[in-house]
């Protein structure tokens, strides 16, 4: 709006004035950033989460003028790593890339030592991903309605793998399982390297595993991709349906990354944080990152994360809860 008349906006200046005098100044937030920036990786170094954790790093490290490191915090399903962040000082120089796991963990470790709500503040939702459904390529299964119906078939002979308790490997599973009403039988590894070496084998029939995991080995002709477990089509496998189009109507599992600070960190370098994380994403790193690992590029305002946290929590809550599912 422009104001025509002078002596309008001088009273306007005046006000204006006058309230920047009475408002307090956070002198941290003045002069943030001036050291290095700590990222907490609640995983081992080289998976998805790390990768995309340190493409972000140096992105905004490029904005913010300072360094940003990782530092991988591995361990109890990221409880670990999250506790080391919600226990930080709210400085704005400890974060943590969050993700699946720590919307569902609440649902499996009904004492965590942290409270998300009270110790957390959302910072930005990066990116989003999903899942793709694999098979072995000399099994008779060639789509999602082939899978479905030979599960109803022969219940309980059909297996699939997964690599960790509420992983979204596992979860997406259990989903389809519940949507689909089939029974596939679950059987646990310890990371997606010798699930797939077991499916490629034919000890299971299944999976439900990353595109970082599993692309290359789908190009190769070691693997048969059957469906996306996204909502939508994703750019990088148009050929693929999704789960949804394919026989499961509504269904939509995803995994996804966050950034998230210690509550009661500052607005403005919440603020400052959202949008060094929105530039980041629109890097030609990023882009190429998206297409390798399969990733939704989002860097929405911190009030998305949040939503979309909660939305996630809720949902997968009643999964685990239906299937029966405990903590290891």
């Not at 990768?51 to 913010?64: F, G, I, S």
């Not at 596992?170 to 310890?190: C, D, I, Q, R, S």
């Not at 959202?274 to 990152?289: E, G, I, P, T, Y």
Request: with cysteine; glycine share 8%; net charge neutral.
């Amino acid at each position: 709006m422009v104001f025509r008349s002078l002596k309008t906006g001088d009273v306007f200046a005046f006000a204006a004035c006058a309230l920047l005098s009475v408002l307090p100044i956070d002198p941290a937030a003045a002069s943030y950033p001036d050291r290095t920036i700590r990222i907490i990786v609640p995983f081992a170094p080289g998976g998805g989460t790390d990768v995309v954790a340190r493409t972000l790093a140096q992105e905004m490290a490029k904005d913010l003028g300072v360094s940003v490191i990782i530092e991988n915090k591995p361990g109890a399903g990221t409880i670990i790593g999250t506790q080391a962040v919600a226990s930080s000082d709210p400085d704005g120089y400890t974060l943590l890339m969050g993700t699946f796991a720590n919307a569902v963990n609440p649902s499996l470790q009904p004492k965590l030592p942290y409270d998300h709500d009270r110790d957390l503040a959302a910072v930005a939702l990066v990116a989003r991903s999903f899942n793709i459904v694999v098979v072995n390529p000399k099994s008779p299964y060639r789509s999602i309605a082939d899978l479905i119906a030979a599960a109803k078939a022969e219940p309980d002979k059909l297996s699939y793998g997964t690599y960790g308790t509420g992983t979204s490997a596992h979860l997406a599973g259990e989903l389809f399982k519940h949507m689909a009403k089939v029974n596939l039988t679950t059987v646990p590894y310890k990371g997606a390297a010798p699930a797939i070496t077991d499916l490629i084998g034919g000890q299971i029939q299944v999976m439900f595993t990353t595109v970082a995991s599993a692309a290359s080995l789908v190009e190769g002709g070691q693997l048969r991709a059957l469906a996306v477990t996204s909502a939508e089509r994703s750019p990088a496998f148009p050929q693929l349906p999704t789960v949804s189009e394919a026989g499961v109507p509504g269904y939509d599992a995803e995994a996804w990354y966050g950034l998230f600070a210690p509550a009661k960190t500052p607005p403005d370098i919440i603020a400052r944080l959202n949008r060094s994380a929105a530039l980041a994403v629109q890097s030609d790193s990023f882009r190429k990152l998206s297409t390798n690992e399969g990733l939704i590029l989002v860097a929405d305002p911190p009030s998305e994360l949040d939503r979309y946290f909660h939305e996630e929590e809720a949902r997968w809550r009643k999964v685990i809860k239906d299937a029966g599912i405990k903590a290891e």
